[in-house]
T-cell receptor, first 112, second 114 residues
Framework: ETGVTQSPTHLIKTRGQQVTLRCSSQSGHNTVSWYQQALGQGPQFIFQYYREEENGRGNFPPRFSGLQFPNYSSELNVNALELDDSALYLC???????????FGQGTRLTVV | AQSVTQLDSHVSVSEGTPVLLRCNYS??????LFWYVQHPNKGLQLLLK??????LVKGINGFEAEFKKSETSFHLTKPSAHMSDAAEYFCVVSRGGGADGLTFGKGTHLIIQP
C-alpha cells in the first residue's frame, strides 16, 4: 500500500456530463499528479499540482481541470464527458524535488 | 522531449527461468528512469529507479536494471521468474523535478508458464 487513496473506485457517467475524482496524497508529499490510462495503454500525464497551483500539464484539453487543497489532497474535474474519456484515472503523489511517484489504485471511469 | 519504447508487448517465460523486459528511451537531457509493475486491478508499484548514480540498479522482488547510455537502454531482468511476477510492466522516463510528469511506455505483459 502506498498511502495514496482515490475515490470512487468505479464510476459510470453519461456523455456530456461532468465528473469529479478525488485523491488523498501520501503523508508528507506536497505534489500530486494525475494520469489517464486507456485500456491496453500506458498512463498518460494529465497535469501536476504543487502548492495548490498547476505547474505542469500534458496534452489534454482545458475541460480537464484540477484543484489541490492545503492538505495536499486533490481533485480532477472533467467537463463535457466524451466516450473516449473512458479510462482508469490514476493519482500519484511525490515530493517536488524527488520524481519518485507513489500511485493510488485508480478510479475506473466509464462514459456511456 | 522524451519518449520510451518497450520492445515487446508480451513476454512469456517458464517459472524458474530468467526474465528480460526490454526498454529504450529517448531524452534530450539526463533522464531519470523507472520500472513500475501493475498487477490486475491494482495501482502501479515502483520496482526500481535510476537517477544518475550507479548504472546497475537493484529493485524489489529480485529485479534489477542496467542503464546503458551508449545504447539508450534500460532493460529489466530477473534471474528466476516466479508465478507472482505475472503482471504488466512499464518503463518510465522523467526529466527530474517532475513538472513534465512521467512518460510511460506502452507496457509489457509478462506471462509466467508453470
Amino acid at each position: 500500500e502506498t498511502g495514496v487513496t482515490q475515490s470512487p473506485t468505479h464510476l459510470i457517467k453519461t456523455r456530456g456530463q461532468q465528473v469529479t475524482l478525488r485523491c488523498s496524497s501520501q503523508s508528507g508529499h506536497n505534489t500530486v499528479s494525475w494520469y489517464q490510462q486507456a485500456l491496453g495503454q500506458g498512463p498518460q500525464f494529465i497535469f501536476q499540482y504543487y502548492r495548490e497551483e498547476e505547474n505542469g500539464r500534458g496534452n489534454f484539453p482545458p475541460r480537464f481541470s484540477g484543484l489541490q487543497f492545503p492538505n495536499y489532497s486533490s481533485e480532477l474535474n472533467v467537463n463535457a464527458l466524451e466516450l473516449d474519456d473512458s479510462a482508469l484515472y490514476l493519482c500519484a503523489s511525490s515530493l517536488i524535488e524527488n520524481t519518485e511517484a507513489f500511485f493510488g489504485q485508480g478510479t475506473r471511469l466509464t462514459v456511456v | 522531449a522524451q519518449s520510451v519504447t518497450q520492445l515487446d508487448s508480451h513476454v512469456s517465460v517458464s517459472e524458474g527461468t530468467p526474465v528480460l523486459l526490454r526498454c529504450n528511451y529517448s531524452s534530450s537531457y539526463s533522464p531519470s528512469l523507472f520500472w513500475y509493475v501493475q498487477h490486475p486491478n491494482k495501482g502501479l508499484q515502483l520496482l526500481l529507479k535510476y537517477t544518475s548514480a550507479a548504472t546497475l540498479v537493484k529493485g524489489i522482488n529480485g529485479f534489477e536494471a542496467e542503464f546503458k547510455k551508449s545504447e539508450t537502454s534500460f532493460h529489466l531482468t530477473k534471474p528466476s521468474a516466479h508465478m507472482s511476477d505475472a503482471a504488466e510492466y512499464f518503463c518510465v522516463v522523467s526529466r527530474g523535478g517532475g513538472a513534465d510528469g512521467l512518460t510511460f511506455g506502452k507496457g509489457t505483459h509478462l506471462i509466467i508458464q508453470p
